[in-house]
């Protein structure tokens, strides 16, 4: 496993982390102060700053990306199947315009979540079988561009309402059935809050394999969780043993960055963005 | 599939459900009044009034057990293991008072939140191992209670704090391991809130059996949930197709009562007792 406790040369900082403290370009401009090396992008916040604004400033700051997301919400009305496609096409275009190594992909849950204004369902399995069709058919588009897509299998949590795609068994089998010869097109997003539970977690890493490992995200689990979204916990300050799956991951010959995304209304969220970076960089050297 | 439109006969209603409105003899007379015949009634609620109370209580009114809830918090400190040890005999002649089909085990999470005082740990192999310990243990004894004990798997959101057996599929494997010949000492307790999200659910309960099917709990998720533990919502208020699993666990044969446990600070648990069994009666003929 790579020591990380004498730098952050492979912290990368999801810019979700630090989004109510100010915008895509201010968070570039901090990450340069604190000679992080790598983010990983949210569309909406590239949006409010302007694509190419956004672009070059990660570029003149010598930014690398770890992903870019994201892409997915696929189950939808066939009214609304159009407009999740003519999205999904776009994120990887900008992803492009980054040069991200993947775009994330966060599948959707039932319709009615996934696409507002889609008819209500209950049914998970028609909703996943959505969800393939539709990486499939993005799959073709993006081989095109060359930009690998990476399913991040959601915590069941969220199943409903954000990616009924949950456990990396089941992203696998996706990726197994859509790209069979492993061209690397295809992959997963491993983040330890959706993973670190499963039973299968380190059976599944070994599957995965080097091939289908795209991205590695962390943040931790606290006990009491306030809030389902919006209350992830600081690396150290939770109940995932980080270390352990970082070391599974390694042994598989992943050598990307690691993610910090951290989602937390009630405390980082409120916290001054440089408070918040050195404490990921602080973190990143102890905790991951 | 059975009918449950017609009549109640097949509802029980675990105590929990409305534990804020009443004690256990207050909830055994409600159940009386509204001609439901079976419950599943909580430790805690049945300390409170006295073993004997609820008993004769319970026989007079004569009500039937669809479970009794609960054992388990098996991971635990060398130093706080006989407790938890005794703790668990105890459940076990407690549900044989009742006359109860089977004791429900919540297994624990980590050691540190399972048995409190317990040093804190990550290391959740280690519970699942001292989980399957506890159980084998238990299991000696309560055979020789006649008393069967049903692993209830939780949701993943409860891994680290109430139980580390989340999918069917783990806790079948650890009856497969610890009672290989299927003997009826041992099985599962399928609760639609714990396990609707699985993709693997139809497979695993085809895989558990009438042998294996001990107990079938239902309620519903609802989105948004604004509470880890205590949102849960009346069945048809939420996004599960609840008929969908009652018809698989059906056609494996099983023929008990469906339980009706419904955790829910901010709307249920604020409402009249009567109003709560009103609506459950009504839920389980038109959404169960």
Same mark, same amino acid.
């Given at each position: ?8 040369s492979?912290?990368?900082l999801?810019t979700? *982390?630090v ?13 340069a ?5 790598? @983010?990983a992008p ?9 694509l190419?604004?956004?672009? *070059? ?9 770890? &992903?870019?997301?994201?892409?997915g919400?696929f $189950? ?5 199947r159009?407009?999740a ?15 991200? $190594?993947?775009?994330v ?5 039932l $319709?009615?979540f ?9 049914d998970?399995?028609?909703?996943r079988a959505?969800?393939?069709d539709?990486i499939?058919?993005?799959l073709?588009y ?5 930009? $690998?897509?990476?399913?991040?299998p959601?915590?069941? @949590? ?5 990616a009924?795609v =949950? ?8 990726c197994?059935?859509?790209?069979p ?12 809050y959706h993973?670190w539970?499963?039973? =299968?977690l380190?059976r599944?890493?070994r ?22 979204? *919006?209350?992830?916990?600081m690396? &150290?300050?939770?109940? @995932?043993?980080i270390?352990?799956?970082?070391r599974?991951v390694?042994a ?7 993610e910090?995304?951290?989602f ?15 404490t990921?960089?602080?973190r990143?050297? *102890?905790a991951?």
């Amino acid at each position: 496993m790579r020591d990380f406790s004498g730098d952050h040369s492979q912290l990368s900082l999801n810019t979700a *982390t630090v989004r109510k403290q100010g915008n895509l370009l201010d968070i570039i401009e901090a990450c340069a102060r604190h000679q992080i090396r790598a @983010i990983a992008p949210w569309r909406d916040q590239v949006a409010l700053v302007g694509l190419d604004a956004a672009v *070059t400033a990660a570029k003149d700051a010598g930014l690398k990306l770890s &992903g870019y997301c994201r892409g997915g919400m696929f $189950p939808a009305d066939g009214a609304r199947r159009q407009e999740a496609r003519d999205d999904n096409r776009r994120a990887v275009d900008e992803a492009k315009a980054f040069g991200a $190594p993947c775009l994330v992909l966060v599948v959707g849950g039932l $319709p009615q979540f996934s696409r507002a204004g889609s008819a209500v369902s209950k049914d998970l399995g028609a909703a996943r079988a959505q969800v393939e069709d539709g990486i499939g058919e993005l799959l073709d588009y993006a081989r095109g561009v060359g930009m $690998p897509l990476a399913i991040e299998p959601l915590h069941p @949590i969220y199943a409903a309402d954000r990616a009924c795609v =949950n456990t990396l068994a089941h992203a696998l089998d996706i990726c197994d059935r859509l790209d069979p010869d492993m061209t690397g097109a295809l992959g997963v997003a491993a983040d330890v809050y959706h993973v670190w539970w499963d039973p =299968n977690l380190y059976r599944d890493i070994r599957r995965a394999g080097d091939k289908r490992l795209l991205a590695f995200h962390v943040c931790d689990w606290l006990v009491p969780t306030r809030d389902l979204l *919006t209350d992830r916990g600081m690396m &150290g300050d939770g109940v @995932i043993d980080i270390p352990a799956i970082r070391r599974a991951v390694e042994a598989e010959g992943f050598s990307g960055f690691s993610e910090v995304e951290i989602f937390s209304e009630l405390d980082w969220w409120q916290r001054p963005m440089d408070e918040v970076l050195e404490t990921c960089i602080a973190r990143h050297k *102890t905790a991951v």
